[in-house]
């Protein structure tokens, strides 16, 4: 196990409503990445979170937006779900330093699925 | 046995025997290259990883070479255990962020 955690493990939605994510980094690591793994593909970045900032993003909508907290967890919005945002959602955390970031260990994700 | 050649999406080993996994990438600037594994219904798992700047690296059981003349990375398992079984991901990485391949899924026959 790498101590990232993540809540819910599954949740369902219907198209248009709003979801929040939650993911709680291992002890030491200041970075949270975010990607999505839709069935049978691997994971795209979404985003990463550093200093409760963004610090890097993918080709992802305004609609997919995060936030980092103090103690280093992270939340991923999505608004306006669409059915194609049906998905495992992964959070990795990893330690950053100058010139790139660590290893990212994952946690074991949410389920998302939007009917 | 070993099972090697291009990147295929799966791939069946006798348990046991030596599996290679293949994985080629696009870009030259990545600062190193990781392997995952993940089984069904969980995250990626770190397996090892690669520096940009080394061609070989071994852990238990695992092996990395980086082949960056030709942009292609392989993983191999020694003595294929049935725990082995799950789809394989190489990812490079470069600044922040993580560009994974398509994946390989092992599966271990008895």
């Known amino acids: 196990e790498t101590g990232v955690t993540q809540s819910p493990t599954h949740l369902i939605k219907t198209r248009g409503q709003q979801v929040t994510l939650r993911c709680s980094s291992q002890s030491g690591h200041n970075t949270v990445s975010w990607y999505q793994q839709a069935l049978g593909q691997g994971p795209q970045f979404i985003f990463q979170?550093?200093?409760?900032?963004?610090?890097g993003r993918g080709n992802f909508p305004p609609r997919f937006s995060g936030l980092q907290f103090p103690n280093y967890s992270s939340e991923l919005n999505v608004n306006a779900l669409e059915l194609d945002d049906s998905a495992l959602y992964l959070c990795a955390s990893s330690l950053f330093h100058p010139g790139g970031t660590d290893t990212q260990y994952f946690g074991p994700g949410t389920r998302l699925t939007v009917l | 046995g070993e099972s090697v050649g291009l990147h295929l999406p799966t791939l069946s080993v006798q348990e046991g025997d030596n599996s290679i996994i293949n994985c080629a990438y696009s870009n030259s600037a990545s600062d190193y290259f990781i392997w995952y594994k993940q089984e069904s219904g969980k995250g990626p798992q770190f397996i090892i990883d690669?520096?940009?700047?080394?061609d070989k690296r071994q852990g238990q059981r695992v092996t990395v070479l980086l082949n960056k003349t030709v942009k292609h990375l392989s993983l191999q398992i020694a003595a294929t255990q049935p725990g082995d079984s799950a789809v394989y991901f190489c990812a490079e990485a470069r600044d922040y962020k993580l560009s994974f391949g398509a994946g390989t899924t092992v599966t271990v026959r008895a």
């Open positions: 979170y550093y200093r409760e900032e963004e610090n």
């Open positions: 690669i520096r940009s700047n080394m």
